[in-house]
């Protein structure tokens, strides 16, 4: 994010009454924004969104885990509106409950980039409205959004984690759900981290979906090469194709 508009949004932090937090369920601890603590004072609402990505059981129990911390929390799939209703709800009560201490309630909307934030806003108002896409920080604007009576949302770009170390488990978690793109960072380094993961807590996806049930790296890679026909030239594999293909599943939600 650019430093103006990231100080832009900061600064708006300090008006608003409810700040609704978006992270992918993929990443529940890692797709968290730092710093929020610093905020007190507002209503806090998390939600896990892209839930059809993601373990079921291990989101219910991160749920358990923040509403054991105080937080009001939602599950949503923006893609079929699954949740939505839910996220309404807990918007309106949360308001209510302010209903005395103030006229307008302002809901902040945040996030890390690539987390459905815009397309989030675009399901609760039922109509589009913000910019939406699928490359990190793509919605350029911040603007305030009307979702009931003397209550508003503000559609913010996605603050993203400036001083990650590349070689950190987090930092390759983000690559792998497209919050990142993996520039500072060799893409076979994060394939592998995906393809360790999945070893080692759900082989059968990678049965199912590569058809491979083996535990060597680079005998994934050529596999894979071999199957989509990634050849180049002279008959040696395009393993930097194969790999853009797995990141690429992994970022988009064909894996699982």
């Known amino acids: 994010m650019e430093k103006g508009l990231k100080e832009n949004v900061l600064s708006r932090l300090k008006v608003v009454d409810i700040i609704l937090e978006v992270i992918d369920s993929r990443v529940p601890l890692t797709g968290r924004i730092p710093n929020l603590g610093e905020f007190k004072g507002k209503e806090r609402i998390l939600v896990f969104s892209k839930i059809d990505l993601s373990d079921p059981d291990v989101t219910r129990r991160w749920k358990r885990y923040y509403e054991d911390k105080g937080y009001r929390v939602a599950l949503v799939n923006i893609k079929d509106g699954k949740g939505i209703d839910e996220l309404k709800g807990i918007i309106k009560d949360v308001a209510e409950k302010m209903r005395k201490k103030l006229k307008d309630r302002r809901v902040m909307v945040l996030g890390i980039p690539n987390v459905g934030k815009s397309s989030l806003i675009n399901s609760i108002i039922h109509r589009r409205k913000a910019r939406v896409g699928n490359e990190p ?120």
Not at 141 to 152: C, H
Not at 164 to 187: F, H, Q, T, W
Not at 193 to 202: S, T, W
Not at 204 to 233: N, P, T
């Open 137 to 256: 920080g793509i919605t350029k604007g911040i603007q305030w959004i009307k979702i009931g009576e003397n209550l508003y949302i503000l559609d913010t770009p996605g603050i993203l984690h400036r001083n990650l170390n590349p070689k950190s488990e987090d930092y390759k978690k983000l690559c792998l759900v497209g919050s990142i793109i993996p520039r500072a960072l060799p893409i076979d380094e994060v394939v592998k981290y995906l393809f360790d993961f999945l070893r080692g807590n759900y082989p059968d996806v990678l049965k199912r979906k590569y058809g491979y049930d083996g535990d060597d790296f680079s005998e994934f890679v050529d596999h894979i090469s071999r199957m989509k026909k990634h050849i180049k030239k002279g008959g040696e594999y395009d393993r930097v194709r194969t790999l853009r293909m797995i990141l690429d599943d992994s970022t988009n939600g064909r894996i699982g």
